[in-house]
């Protein structure tokens, strides 16, 4: 392990300006590793917007990949054309024949991987759903998820594949091509996985079976809004506004007025954590035609209803009694 929490919690709260410089510091170790053959892997969305930036203060002609996936909010798309030097790849299948052949991404990539292998009768895979998993003192292990084993009883299909199909596979295919090595803008923080990858492998993982830097990983989503809103660039319209607002304990904080989350349109990863109105009832009043298609065409409208999450936004239904 190249890192501890210890570690990660003591760099997120660095200054933002301490967190600058080291993030830099590291876009030009990779940079200069691979003789500038690299590239930023931007969605549009607010925190490859900040890597962006932060990339091209140091090196303005660095390019940018975006995968057109069909599934993005489609502001981000027409946000990710305002930019130069950005090239556009396309994966080879569609969300609809992927959530056919493998399944619905729900609750979470790590879940619905564990669903997915536990239903193929993987050994690991099962211990951990029948909350079995043992670690190495013999106590019950903290990745055991029985909570969630309800849904191998669920009448649709249940894959973490979705993400490779959708990006990951043009990008690999893009890196075979290009011999270009990616720089991407994920968060420690946004998830378990993506935290025991920053221990394992830190920010630039040269050692990795295939090259990635994660400049980002030990920035807190408050650093990515502070930034955003100190240097005014611009950023996809979907979030609105940033502004000021306070935690329970009166602790200041930043949020947007929009959408705290802009990945595919469609992905159910994280929504039973979200407060009402959550991201497909939003979607039912900002993109009536997006949400029509994913809750009926679809049929995530069953998944949602079968995880018990709600996805009618019931103000809306109110008012066009």
Known sequence: MKHTRQDLKIMQGWSLERKIRVTQTR?????????????ISFSGGKDSTV?????????????????????????????????????????????????????????????????????????????????????KNGKKSI????????LLDAPF??????????KKAPLNKFEKQTGRHPITGVLA???????????????????????????????????????????GIPYAPIYGDIVESHKKDGT???????????GCMYCMYGVHLEHEPNRFQLM???H???????????????VLDYIGVPYRNQQLEVDHC
């Open 51 to 135: 890597l962006l930036d932060l990339a091209r203060r140091v090196y303005p002609d660095i390019p940018a990949v975006y995968v057109d996936t069909g599934l993005e909010y489609p502001e981000l798309r027409d946000f990710v054309k305002t930019k130069d030097n950005v090239i556009w790849l396309r994966p080879r299948y569609p969300f609809p024949q992927i959530i056919e052949k493998y399944g619905y991404p729900i609750i979470s990539k790590e879940i619905s991987d564990v669903i997915n292998g536990a239903r193929k009768g993987q050994p690991y895979r099962l211990a951990r759903i029948n909350g079995e998993l043992l670690d």
């Open 288 to 302: 009536p035609r997006q949400y029509d298609y994913c809750i009926n065409k679809l049929g995530c409208g069953a």
């Open 143 to 150: 990745y055991n998820c029985e909570n969630y084993k309800y």
């Open 189 to 231: 923080c946004e998830s378990k996985l993506r935290e025991q990858s920053w221990f394992k492998f830190g920010c630039n993982g040269f050692e990795r079976k295939r090259p990635l830097s994660q400049p980002l990983a030990f920035w807190l989503e408050e650093d990515i809004l502070r930034y955003l809103k100190m240097t």
């Open 252 to 262: 200041p904080i930043l949020k947007t007025t929009g959408v705290s989350r802009s």
């Open 157 to 166: 299909k249940i894959s973490a594949r979705c993400c490779y199909h959708m």
């Open 27 to 39: 876009i030009m170790e990779w940079y200069m590793r691979y003789d500038g053959q690299v590239f």
């Open 284 to 286: 039912q009043v900002t």
